[in-house]
């Protein structure tokens, strides 16, 4: 009996070791996982992740000009035209739009905008807007003018020689006080401009030294000069016409000559009778 003892007891250990084998597997490699796992984030000595920074909020947008900020609304609607204008040109080798900027327009005193002089339009009081441009000499590149002249409706004056403006004249004939237009030394081309004609009864007309081809029409004789002072706000009233081509009996076209910009040169034909 002490023989069939002993082998129950041996073979009752035999059997709880084989249990307990793969607990204890199990047990150890949890530890070694932990361990593992703690090692990763910072224990025994690792350095800890940065914390995520927040994403920066968008800028406010920025505040439009309100009429409030200029003299009258006269000068707001123009602030925009003139804005849209300086965005088109290309070259301003003198940073004449530098001074472009903020709400004060008129240079009458030399604090405005550089070119832009203000007068109150007939019929109102107080009521300062842009009557004359003058960017004689500027030197400004863009690729035309049109969208800009024609969307000043008091201007009376547009003088814009020896730059590089391209394109064509824009319509003027609707601006009720315009009557003196200088666009001569650019980059302009085509025909002659026949948006000029309708004011031939009260414009001054300069559009030689362009890229024009073709003949001039004879009703371009009729335009009257005016001779006037420096000052672009205060023309002289002297006036005098072109001479007539029939009465000259010659005629008038216009050839190219060299020129960065293929501008042209008026050149007097004998007309056939």
């Not at 250990?13 to 490699?29: D, K, M, R, W």
């Not at 550089?114 to 007939?122: A, M, R, S």
Request: aromatic letters at 10%; hydrophobic letters at 35%.
């Amino acid at each position: 009996m002490g023989c069939g003892r002993s082998s129950f007891w041996f073979m009752q250990l035999v059997f709880l070791s084989i249990l307990l084998v793969p607990i204890l597997s199990s047990s150890s490699g949890s530890d070694r996982e932990a361990l593992e796992i703690g090692i990763g984030v910072g224990v025994g000595g690792g350095a800890a992740p940065s914390t995520p920074q927040p994403e920066c909020p968008p800028p406010p947008p920025r505040r439009q000009p309100q009429p409030s900020d200029f003299e009258n609304i006269l000068q707001h609607r123009a602030y925009f035209v003139i804005q849209r204008f300086k965005q088109t040109i290309t070259c301003d080798p003198k940073n004449k739009t530098g001074s472009w900027t903020g709400f004060r327009i008129c240079n009458n005193d030399g604090r405005g905008y550089q070119g832009f002089y203000c007068e109150t339009p007939p019929g109102l009081n107080n009521m300062r807007t842009i009557a004359s441009v003058n960017f004689n000499g500027f030197t400004l590149s863009a690729p035309t003018v049109c969208g800009f002249v024609d969307q000043l409706p008091d201007i009376a004056l547009f003088h814009a020689n020896s730059n590089s403006f391209g394109g064509t004249v824009p319509a003027l004939a609707n601006l009720p006080f315009f009557y003196e237009l200088d666009l001569s030394n650019n980059c302009l081309s085509g025909g002659f401009p026949a948006s000029v004609l309708p004011l031939v009864d009260r414009a001054f007309l300069d559009p030689r030294y362009n890229g024009y081809a073709g003949p001039v029409p004879s009703v371009a004789f009729l335009i009257r000069t005016r001779v006037h002072p420096e000052h672009p706000a205060q023309p002289r009233q002297h006036h005098r016409r072109l001479p007539n081509p029939r009465q000259r009996r010659r005629a008038s076209r216009l050839r190219r000559s060299s020129g960065c910009c293929g501008r042209w040169k008026e050149e007097r034909l004998r007309a056939i009778s």
